[in-house]
């Protein structure tokens, strides 16, 4: 009798050591390093004291928590995406189990962390009687310590559904929700209160993530070296791509969130910078020996047992100085900066209300095209977009293979709007003026997606993105398995993408969303996101050309879209005529000395969204009646041609038909009695 040979994963044997060195190395580092800073000193006499515990605690416990949260993360990358399988091995259902233990550290320290950061912002020690009803009480009411709570909670989903996934699609959806925990520890600490807010919370929120990728995943290799085999050589050269990416990330991102908090080069020599410069190095440092690690060891990892071992120390090396990076960057977490934290004065509400000074005149006609306020986080969208794009162009053209002129214009064109609407007029004037918020919010959702779709990037990307292999997802595969997935056939309908660019217009304006993407930055970036996405769904289900569900007839997608703009339109009335105005604790609070009447302004964000839906309700009528057209032409061809090979089978049986019941007609038939 057979006997079933299948690896058993939580028997698998993994490198305990490279966790241990990284957490010694984060910690050994920490501990100095807010020495010097003074982070962990009592406070001055008369001032409440939350305890040595306390002080002490919260920068450990920091420490331990983003070692374990790039592990999980990493991990989950590396099982989703970069692992190789075989029929004998089960190497990624081992690295999801190990993944469910580093998220349950992880999800420990985020608890003590918690715990000990209340204790600290309200100087209240851990022994005091009312401790335990002040934190049930208050602590979700403090927007740290609440972002703090949610990322807690989604790493506890991501523990809990790590220790039982065994599917390669869950993997996928705990990898990207690991990441998206991170996420929300970018509005905590220095970022949350700084002057150049915005600036501040993307750069900080892409070091995290690019962080936590590039710490996690290089770990998680070391951590699973002994059950990879021969598949080593491979995961180490598909994450070798991904930590090139994210060393420029983290690069970038910490210079501008550097430059924040420093203000100029000479506060390089206070003890913030010299952490920051401290860093810095550690960066250098990385960089040297990923770059050793692709020159040296990478190519010849296959067949030569030597390179693996050399590998092997060269990424213990890594993973102890990213452990010291990481203590660093906790100590700064913890220090003063020489730039301090904005205090926002009631002088200037706006500043008050949303974390951006307010305009000091009305908009006029000249600054709709001159003026500029960069927003870093959809600049580098949009740069980045259009590289990849044209990067998958020029890999065609060298391959000889042609790409239509007109779909690469049509995608620059199409970011280059996004880019005007989020960095222009409309994304400096649109966060205090409703009208000035509706032109950005019909640009983003109306008429960059119409140029972004007819650029068909899913087709660009399948023919350019190389598929592998071994069954593992790459990029090609992730894309293909999302174009042909249920999800997307769901959203793929087009009364479903109609009632979602409409249904969330509504509910988006009359509930209290609006406000939030008027007030948070966090908002801002989500109603961004979201409406980009939905004005893309809406316009690749009526004139889209990448694979993906099959498309309804040309009749019934015009019928959608003349039904849903007209609802459109009745949203652009409903606000032309209203008489209560939206938001109105947000916008009656601003007081701008050169601002319009707050009705007559909602009004005209009224008329805009009416307005400004008709040309691209219009273009896409046509672009659909062309497909239309198109579709018709084509049929007529392949008839014609299935006429040429048959004789004019189909034709003549039609012609057979007519004559047959032309002969029946014509039978006299028999009365009664005959």
């Known amino acids: 009798m057979a006997t079933s040979r299948t690896a058993q994963p939580h028997r698998a044997p993994v490198a305990r050591a490279p966790m241990a060195l990284t957490v010694l190395a984060a910690v050994a580092v920490v501990v100095p390093a807010v020495l010097l800073t003074g982070a962990v000193a009592a406070p001055v006499a008369g001032l409440s004291d939350p305890g040595v515990l306390v002080r002490w605690g919260l920068p450990v416990a920091r420490a331990i928590h983003d070692v374990a949260a790039a ?127 915005d600036t501040a919370v993307n750069s900080l929120a892409v070091h995290l993530v690019a962080s936590v990728l590039w710490v996690g995943g290089l770990l998680g290799l070391v951590v699973l070296r002994p059950v990879l085999g021969k598949g080593l050589a491979v995961s180490v050269a598909r994450y070798s791509t991904l930590a090139g990416w994210c060393f420029a990330l983290v690069a970038l991102s910490g210079i501008q969130n550097a430059w924040v908090r ?111 306020q960069v927003d870093w986080l959809w600049l580098t969208v949009a740069v980045v977009a259009v590289g990849l794009y044209l990067a998958g162009v020029l890999r065609l053209t060298r391959r000889g293979d042609s790409w239509p002129v007109l779909r690469t214009v049509s995608w620059v064109a199409g970011w280059l709007i996004f880019a005007w609407a989020t960095n222009g007029a409309a994304g400096v004037y649109g966060r205090v003026q409703f009208s000035v918020h509706m032109t950005l919010h019909m640009t983003i959702s109306m008429v960059a997606p119409i140029l972004l779709v007819l650029a068909a990037p899913v087709t660009l990307a399948l023919r350019t993105l190389k598929a592998r292999p071994d069954k ?105 005529t209203g008489t209560t105005l939206l938001a109105p604790d947000f916008f009656e609070q601003l007081r701008l000395p050169w601002g319009p009447d707050l009705l007559v302004d909602q009004r005209n964000a009224g008329a805009v969204a009416w307005g400004v839906g008709e040309v691209p309700t219009v273009l896409l009528a046509m672009l659909v009646a062309l497909s239309w057209v198109r579709s018709d032409a084509a049929e007529t061809r392949r008839r014609d041609r299935q006429a040429d090979r048959d004789d004019d089978a189909e034709l003549k049986a039609y012609n057979a038909r007519l004559a047959a019941a032309a002969a029946r007609d014509k039978k006299p038939t028999s009365l009664p009695g005959d």
């Open 71 to 197: 592990l999980t993360v990493g991990l989950l990358v590396l099982a989703a995406t970069i692992i190789p399988e075989t029929t004998t091995t089960n190497r990624r259902v081992t690295a999801t189990r190990w993944a469910s233990a580093s998220a349950a550290v992880w999800v420990l320290a985020a608890l003590a962390g918690l715990v000990l950061s209340f204790a600290d912002i309200s100087s209240t020690p851990l022994g005091d009687p009312t401790f335990a009803t002040q934190f049930q009480s208050f602590v979700l009411s403090i927007e740290v310590l609440r972002v703090a709570a949610i990322s807690l909670g989604l790493a506890l989903v991501v523990a809990v559904g790590a220790s039982v996934a065994r599917r390669r699609g869950a993997m996928v959806a705990l990898a990207a929700l690991s990441v998206l925990a991170v996420l929300p520890l970018a509005l905590a600490g220095h970022a949350a209160g700084s002057a150049s807010h």
């Open 262 to 372: 420093l203000g100029s080069l000479s506060a390089l020599g206070s003890p913030y910078g010299l952490l920051v410069l401290g860093k810095v190095v550690a960066l250098g440092v990385l960089g040297l020996a990923g770059l050793q690690q692709r020159r040296v060891v990478i190519g010849r990892m296959a067949t030569d047992e030597g390179a693996r071992a050399l590998f092997a120390r060269l990424a213990v090396v890594e993973v102890v100085v990213m452990g010291a990076a990481f203590g660093l960057a906790t100590a700064l977490s913890r220090s003063a900066p020489p730039v301090p934290d904005l205090v926002q004065s009631q002088a200037d509400p706006v500043q008050a209300l949303t974390g951006y000074a307010a305009p000091s005149r009305a908009l006029r006609a000249g600054d709709w095209l001159t003026l500029w």
């Open 472 to 576: 593992t997802l790459g990029p090609r595969e992730i894309l293909l398995g999302l174009v042909h997935s249920r999800f997307l056939r769901v959203l793929g309908n087009p009364v479903v993408a109609a009632g979602l660019f409409f249904g969330s217009l509504v509910v988006f304006y009359y509930s209290p969303l609006f406000e939030l993407s008027l007030r948070t930055h966090t908002g801002h970036v989500l109603m961004v996101t979201h409406f980009l996405l939905t004005g893309y769904l809406f316009a690749w289900v009526l004139i889209g050309v990448d694979p993906g569900p099959p498309k309804w007839a040309p009749s019934l997608r015009l019928v959608i879209l003349f039904a849903t703009i007209s609802f459109h339109a009745f949203f652009g009335v409903a606000l032309t």
